[in-house]
C-alpha cells in the first residue's frame, strides 16, 4: 500500500492544523507592539512576552502536528502523543479566544480566534 492511498481526510485535516497554528503562531511571534499616539492602550511588557510565548507554543504544536501526519501517512510504527498535543491545541486556541475577547471586541479576530479553537477541538476528535 503506497502512503498515497492514506492520504484522506484525517491527513487533510492535519496538514489544515498545522498550517493554522503554524501561521497564526508566527503572527503572534512578529507581530509588533503599537506604539506612540495610535496606541490606544498600552500592553503590559508581562502580557506581550506571555503573548509571544503563546505563538511560539503555537508553531511547534503545528510542527509536532505535522510530524505527526507524517508518521501516519507513511504508516510508521512510532509512538505518537496525539492526544495529549491536541488537547494542548485546544487550550492555546481557547486562550487566544478569550484573548480577544477583551474590550474593545474585534470582531474579526474573535470569530478567527473561535474558528482555531473549533477545528482544534475538531483534531481532537481524530485523534486515538
Known sequence: MSP?????????LAIAVAAWFVTSGLAKVVAKQATGRRAVAAVPGWQWAVRRIRGALEVLGGLAVAAGGAISLLGLRIPFPGLPLS?????????TVVDYVRTPIRVVRLAVAVLGFLLAVFFAGFRD
Open 4 to 12: 498515497l492511498d492514506r492520504f484522506g481526510p484525517e491527513a487533510i
Open 87 to 95: 488537547v494542548m491545541l485546544c487550550g492555546l486556541a481557547a486562550w
